[in-house]
C-alpha cells in the first residue's frame, strides 16, 4: 500500500472509444505525475502537476487530456488512442519542491485494440 | 538530453549471492532515486542520494553515489527470493529536481 490508487487497473478500449483514468493520493502530496511505460523503454513522463497547475508537458499528444481538480486528485482523459498507446501508465506523487522522491501507484494497463 | 543507463539489463543469482547493479548518466546527476518494480506494478521507493560519496542502506540493500563518475551502484547482500523484481534507477532531469527521467531497468531474478 503505497498511498497512491488508480483505478482501474486494467482497461480495454477501442481506438474511438473516451475513457479515463483516476489516480488518487493520500499521502499530503502537492504534485503529480503521469508517466508512461512501454516495453523494453524508460519510463516516460508525461505531465506534471505542482498545486493543481500543470508545469510540465513532455510533448505529449493531444489525444491525452489530463486533469487537476485538487492536489490529491488526476485525471488522464483518452479519446482516439492509437494502438501504439497501449502501455502500463502509472501515477505518483510528491512534496512539491526539489529533490522530494515520488510515490507510485499501480498503474493501469492500457490495451488499444 | 540527459539519459541513464543501467547494467546489467538482467541478471540471475543464487539465493545466499551477492549482487551489484550499476546506473550512470549522461550528464551531471544532481539527485539519484532507485526504486524496485514487481511486473506489471508500480513502482516502491527504495532510496534517494544527493551527494558524492553519500551511501545509504535499507536492510540488505546498499546504494551508493558516485558524483565524478556519475554514476550510482546498488548492492545486494545475501540475496533472498523476496529480492526478486526490476530495479530502476531515476534521476532529476533539471537541478530544481522537479522531474525524474529513468533508465530502462535491471530485471533480478533469484533462484533458490
Known amino acids: 500500500e503505497t498511498g497512491v490508487t488508480q483505478t482501474p487497473r486494467h482497461l480495454v478500449m477501442g481506438m474511438t472509444n473516451k475513457k479515463s483514468l483516476k489516480c488518487e493520493q493520500h499521502l499530503g502530496h502537492n504534485a503529480m505525475y503521469w508517466y508512461k511505460q512501454s516495453a523494453k523503454k524508460p519510463l516516460e513522463l508525461m505531465f506534471v502537476y505542482n498545486f493543481k497547475e500543470q508545469t510540465e508537458n513532455n510533448s505529449v499528444p493531444s489525444r491525452f487530456s489530463p486533469e487537476c481538480p485538487n492536489s490529491s486528485h488526476l485525471f488522464l482523459h483518452l479519446h482516439t488512442l492509437q494502438p501504439e498507446d497501449s502501455a502500463l501508465y502509472l501515477c505518483a506523487s510528491s512534496q512539491a519542491g526539489m529533490r522530494q522522491p515520488q510515490h507510485f501507484g499501480d498503474g493501469t494497463r492500457l490495451s488499444i485494440l | 538530453s540527459q539519459e541513464l543507463e543501467q547494467s546489467p539489463q538482467s541478471l540471475i543469482v543464487q539465493e545466499g549471492k551477492n549482487l551489484t547493479i550499476n546506473c550512470t548518466s549522461s550528464?551531471?546527476?544532481?539527485?539519484l532515486y532507485w526504486y524496485k518494480q514487481k511486473y506489471g506494478e508500480g513502482l516502491i521507493f527504495l532510496m534517494m542520494l544527493q551527494k558524492g560519496g553519500e551511501e545509504k542502506s535499507h536492510e540488505k540493500i546498499t546504494a551508493k553515489l558516485d558524483e565524478k563518475k556519475q554514476q550510482s551502484s546498488l548492492h545486494i547482500t545475501a540475496s533472498q527470493p523476496s529480492h526478486a523484481g526490476i530495479y530502476l534507477c531515476?534521476?532529476?532531469?533539471?537541478?530544481?529536481?522537479?522531474?525524474?527521467?529513468f533508465g530502462k531497468g535491471t530485471t533480478l531474478s533469484v533462484s533458490s
Open positions: 531515476g534521476a532529476d532531469s533539471n537541478q530544481a529536481g522537479t522531474a525524474l527521467i
Open positions: 550528464k551531471t546527476l544532481y539527485g
